[in-house]
Each structure stands twice: as structure tokens, then as C-alpha cells.
């Protein structure tokens, strides 16, 4: 048998290549731990390939197998260690220019959060990706201090309620912000959100903690640490080189409400408004994705903040990673269906080919020389 998995991850790993030539969106599954041993578990097998059985607890035979594949999986033992190093290179495209972003979709409690930020409490052990990211750009940004010289930034922004929220913002509560959908001036697509210049994982963490504390946090029946908004931490890095050539490019981390289907008749008022649009948010997350999969022409970015703000990612030239979380308990055989099936969905979307964001000195030499050439006539006029 083990001569078999080993010829699958070699294939699976050749997939993976041409899934990057392709521009794909790639997927990625990690089931987290049960919180008690005594639980039963839905997950029926985890392959190195990628693949995942689960099986129907009402159905505890073959019928109720479903098997599902995706890029990576990650199973209940694997480590916030083992994740990154998976994702590494995809965070070093990011100091060659090229755009990222990268999701966690899930169930509330499903360990989105876990997976992005760490547990909470600023804990040094089992840091998330958000932090060992950003560390590993500042170690990038080192090793390559002498031929580039690399400046980054950060911003950190909720939707909540179809609303932009700064989260690094001195009084974040009254920041209501505007997202600019054309971002191909260079320009930033939250040009009012405060912006951080970050040199230090120090500064990091300060910075998280500031978010962590301005974000909405309510509770929910199913869980009190659950968090009904999108956060988006967007890391900016600008890159000059040697020779006066510039990059520039962007690594969007999101951490995505939960996607469970609010039962309507259990929550009233302000709760109530809050579950139609998270929903709305997630529902027009998965209408863009349909509309990209199947290659429509119009696709509808517009209808949701979350969509708008990660339109060049979706469906751009960026590299885009989901990683679709799931609980392993019976209780929730229901919505970890729904998270597989939609995470399925999504890894048919095939995006333009991931498009480098440099532009070579010669091109910085020869529109500088167009600027004076313009002023010259203008004088001249
Ligand atoms: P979500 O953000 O999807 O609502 P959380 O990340 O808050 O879920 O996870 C719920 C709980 O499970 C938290 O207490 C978290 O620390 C724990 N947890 C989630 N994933 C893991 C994991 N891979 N290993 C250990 N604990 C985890
Ligand atoms: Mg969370």
C-alpha cells in the first residue's frame, strides 16, 4: 500500500505544477482536532493526495461515502508548522512581484481563525499565517537587501454588515470606508484605511493586537468566540532595485465569517440583519466564483463589499489560495458537506495565468524621459 500512496503524491505533485501554470485557484482542506476523544468523527480517510472520504453518520455504509479531492489536506495532527511551509513559496512569489491572496472558509469553530491568526491571547506558540507570513517576508526582504530594497505595509480592515471598518484606525468605530474597484494605477484599493509601515515582527504584533481588539466579536448559539465579520489583513510591498526597477505587489489574508446557514427563525433584530448579510457577503462569494468557473463574461464583483475588495485576486492574475476548514464531529456531518462541496466548487475556477507586477527599468528610464519631453513642450507652448 505504501508504494501505491507514493506514486499518487508523485503524481498529485505534477498536478499541482500544472495547476499553477494554469492559474488556478488552489485549495487547500485541514480538518481540525476534536475537542473531546470521545467524539465520533465523520472523516472516513485522509490521503497524502490530497483526498478526503467522509462517511454519513445516518448512513454508516457504503451509500454514505462521499469523496472529495483537493491540492493539499491537512489533517488533525498537522501542524501550524507543517501548513506554512506548505504555503512558502506562494509568500516568496510575493517579494517577486506577484499578487496573493489567500482565504480561510469554513463553519464557525471550524479554525479559520486558528489557521490565520493562532489562538488567541498572543500566545509565541502556534502563531498563524498572518504573522509567520509577514516574518518571512522581512527575512526575504533581508537576504536580498543588496540588490532590493524592500518597504512594507500593512492594513487591516472588517466587513461587517456590508460595511469597510479600519481595525488599525485610532477610533475605529466611526471609519466607515470606500473601496476604489480600479487598482491597476497602482493605486490602493482603500486609499483611506490607515496604512503601517511595518520593519519588525514587533511591529506586527502590535499592530495585530490593535486589530484583535477593534474587531467585532459577538456570540453566536453555537459558539461565544465566533466572529461574524470578514477580516482582511493586506500586506503592501514595494520593492526598488539596484538598477531603479520598481515592484510592487500586494498579499491580501482573509478571515471569512462563518459559513454556516443561520436558522432565520431563531435570531430577531440586530442579529437577524447581521445573518442576511453575512450571508450576502458569502453568497456573492460563491456567485462570483460560479460565474468565474463558468466563464461568464459578466461577473458580479459589485454586489458585495468582500467581492469588490478581492475582485483582482478572484479574478485577476493573482496567486489564490482557500483553505476550507471543517470540523471532524458528527454534529456537523451537515455543514462540512456544504464547506467540501462549495471548497470543490471553487477548485474548478480557472483564473489568467498569475501576472508579475515589475516593470523593468527601461520602462521606469523611458517614462521619465516622456515626463520631461512633456514638460518641454509645455514650457515651450
Ligand atoms: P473559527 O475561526 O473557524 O470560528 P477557531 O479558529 O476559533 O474557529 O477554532 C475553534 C477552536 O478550535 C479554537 O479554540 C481553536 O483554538 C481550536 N482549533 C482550531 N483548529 C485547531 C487546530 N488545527 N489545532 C488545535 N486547535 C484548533
Ligand atoms: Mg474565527
Redesign the pocket.
Known sequence: ASGYYKVVKENRNLYNMVQDLKGNIRVYC?I??SFTAEAKTVIDFIGEDGSLVILDPLKPHKDGRKVFQFNRMFG?TATQDVVFKDIQPLIRSVVDGYNVCIFAY?Q????????MSG?SGGSTKDRGINFLALNYLFQMSDRRKDIINYDIHVQMVEIYNEQVRDLLAEDSSTTKLEIRSCTSDNGLSLPDATICSVKSTTDVLNLMKLGEVNRVVSSTAM?N???RSHSVLTVHVHGKDTSGGILRSSLHLV?LA?SERVDKSEVTGDRLKEAQYINKSLSCLGDVIMALAQKNTHIPYRNSKLTLLLQDSLGGHAKTLMFA?VSPEEDSFGETVTTLKFAQRVSTVELGAARLNKESSEVMQLKEQIESLKKALANKE
Do not use: I, L
Request: net charge positive; charged share 25%.
Open positions: 485541514r481540525r482536532p488533525p469554513g464557525t469553530g471550524s479554525g479559520k481563525t486558528h489557521t489562538p459558539n468566540r465566533s466572529s478571515d462563518g476548514h
